[in-house]
């Protein structure tokens, strides 16, 4: 059975500070999805990584797939009241398998 | 576009009652899930369904019935559901070729008293 360990699960920070969240594995995945949900609401997509070692930008949002892609980071530069809300990390293998979600970031920025 | 839509958006329901949720998708997706997502939880996995056949069961009690009409709609049809039952329900669509990029629905907020 594949696990993703999230981590941290909690994170209150004040507006401005950076923070990185690590999603880890033993296992293989062949891509590696992060989604942000909000309360009451479905996940949305930030971004996929497929290729070990690389990273993607998304503003101030920046996603680092391992080099054996069994791990993934998200880091987050100035940290702004908007950026609050649950952060999932979701490892995906060939065809419909099931995704594999790590338990969650719940991340408050307080302005 | 990447919109995958719920209906109704909220749902309150009596054990006796038999409702239906919806899912709706035009992105030619041929995958569709069904999840149930409990309070600070990760999205659990019910229902598979590839070119609008049912591929992946993951142990759902048989009060839960999915339903793929076409490949846009996805249904589950709820009857005699108990109070635990009370989750949020995420419906999902992947395109074909795209590794495992799944992409969520608003879902609906289902209560059972």
């Known amino acids: 059975t594949q696990l993703l360990e999230q981590s941290p699960q909690f994170l209150s920070i004040q507006e401005g500070e950076n923070l990185t969240v690590y999603c880890n594995s033993s296992s293989v995945f062949s891509s590696l999805q992060w989604y942000r949900q909000e309360p009451g609401e479905g996940p949305v997509l930030l971004v996929t990584?497929?290729?070990?070692?690389e990273v993607k930008k998304l503003k101030r949002l920046t996603f680092q797939f391992g080099d054996a892609r069994k791990d993934s980071s998200l880091h987050i530069t100035a940290a702004q009241p908007g950026d609050t809300g649950l952060y999932l990390c979701?490892?995906?293998?060939?065809?419909?398998?099931?995704?594999?979600f790590g338990k969650g970031t719940r991340l408050s920025v307080i302005a | 576009d990447t919109e995958v839509t719920q209906t109704p958006k909220h749902l309150v329901m009596g054990m006796t009652n038999k409702k239906s949720l919806k899912c709706e998708q035009h992105m030619g997706h041929r995958a569709m899930y069904w999840y149930k997502q409990k309070a600070k939880k990760p999205p659990e996995l019910m229902f598979v369904?590839?070119?609008?056949?049912?591929?992946i069961n993951e142990s759902v009690p048989s009060r839960f019935s999915p339903e793929c009409p076409n490949s846009s709609l996805l249904n589950l049809h709820l009857h005699a559901l108990q109070p635990e039952d009370s989750a949020l329900y995420l419906c999902?669509?992947?395109?074909?070729?795209?590794?495992?990029?799944?992409?969520f629905g608003p879902g609906t907020r289902l209560t059972v008293l």
């Open positions: 999902a669509s992947k395109r074909e070729g795209f590794w495992n990029e799944q992409f």
């Open positions: 990584v497929v290729t070990g070692g």
């Open positions: 979701a490892g995906g293998n060939s065809g419909n398998t099931p995704l594999v």
């Open positions: 369904y590839s070119y609008e056949k049912l591929s």
